[in-house]
């Protein structure tokens, strides 16, 4: 691993150099800190991120930190200033913006593809349920409210079609992890459900389930986005700082991340496929507020 790292580290520091012989100049030996949103909280999470976080201390000759946060903790997290830097939700990052100054610094790629979206489906043999139209009166599964790619884009999927889901869903349930809301679809206790794209890919490739078991609703063909997709794409997730922090160390733990590949073993660990400078953000405002729920408070309904 150390010999890999020191491999990416020599390009890295070839290419900006002077970047990071000023950054030394200019900051002290304080811990950066990184919050990473994690689904499954610390659970195989240091794993994941150990080669992240020993290359960025080496980059930036200063002690790193990653910190996994779940979603009711990365608001908290940048209130107080537990943290530093810090991935999000883009609604919960816009949220962040909006309330306590937070800025993009890059945006995550995650498999193969730096754009997210939200899949709708039910159980293939499910023949009542074709189309959104056919959920009326149904019970629906889903991720927390506030979650931008667990509720909050299929919520606008309905609204763009002239439905509102409120009234018109017999039951909408909420769930804490993705694979609860594809265990309730399949297991019938709701009829469709909802969670963010390329995770029912995930499950069928860990073999927790068969593809052929769910049937995608209202499904959307994106070229350079090879997962089931039921909702626009919207910009992924970001990596924020927070506003306090100086704009010199993020511009340089930027430039590290940037330069990474897919097939560095730093990425293949944490399971992403790279950094790129960040996407525009402003289409999430303007989504959060046509919802019901607007942007992420961190609350649970």
Same mark, same amino acid.
């Given at each position: ?20 012989? !000023? ?5 002290? +030996? +304080? ?6 949103? &994690? ?11 150990? !080669? ?20 009711? =903790? ?25 309330? #306590? ?11 193969? !593809?730096?754009?997210? =979206? ?5 159980? &293939? ?7 959104? +139209?056919?959920? &009326? ?60 794209? &390329? ?52 511009? @340089? ?20 496929? =790279?950094?790129?400078?960040?996407? +525009? @953000? ?13 942007? #992420? ?5």
């Amino acid at each position: 691993m150390t010999h890999k790292i020191l491999a990416v580290l020599t390009l890295l520091l070839f290419v900006i150099t002077p970047c990071f012989a !000023a950054l030394k100049k200019t900051t002290s +030996d +304080d811990e950066v800190r990184i919050g990473i949103l &994690s689904w499954r909280g610390p659970l195989g999470f240091e794993k994941r991120w150990e !080669a992240t976080e020993e290359y960025l201390t080496q980059a930036i000759d200063r002690p790193v930190t990653i910190i996994p946060l779940e979603f009711e =903790g990365v608001l908290p997290a940048v209130k107080e200033g537990k943290v530093d830097f810090f991935t999000a939700d883009p609604s919960m990052f816009m949220s962040a913006k909006k309330q #306590y100054g937070a800025s993009e610094v890059l945006t995550m790629k995650l498999n193969s !593809a730096d754009s997210v =979206g939200a899949v709708l489906f039910t159980r &293939s043999t499910n023949d009542q349920v074709h189309s959104l +139209d056919d959920l &009326s009166g149904k019970k629906f599964g889903a991720l927390q409210r506030w979650s931008f790619g667990g509720w909050q884009m299929a919520e606008k999927e309905f609204r763009d079609t002239g439905i509102d889901p409120y009234p018109f869903l017999h039951t909408l349930r909420f769930y804490d992890k993705p694979s609860a809301v594809v265990r309730a679809v399949l297991n019938g206790q709701v009829d469709a459900g909802t969670i963010p794209s &390329s995770l029912l890919e995930r499950m069928a490739r860990r073999g927790y389930l068969d593809m052929s078991e769910v049937k995608i609703l209202n499904e959307k063909k994106y070229a350079d986005f090879p997962y089931a997709c039921s909702t626009e794409l919207y910009p992924g997730f970001p990596l924020a700082k927070t506003a306090t922090v100086d704009k010199k160390l993020a511009s @340089y733990i930027a430039a590290a991340l940037r330069v990474l590949q897919p097939s560095d073993q730093i990425l293949k660990d944490a399971r992403i496929n =790279g950094w790129v400078d960040p996407l +525009d @953000y402003t289409e999430i405002k303007l989504v959060q507020s046509e919802l019901r729920g607007g942007g #992420y408070t961190g609350k649970r309904y």
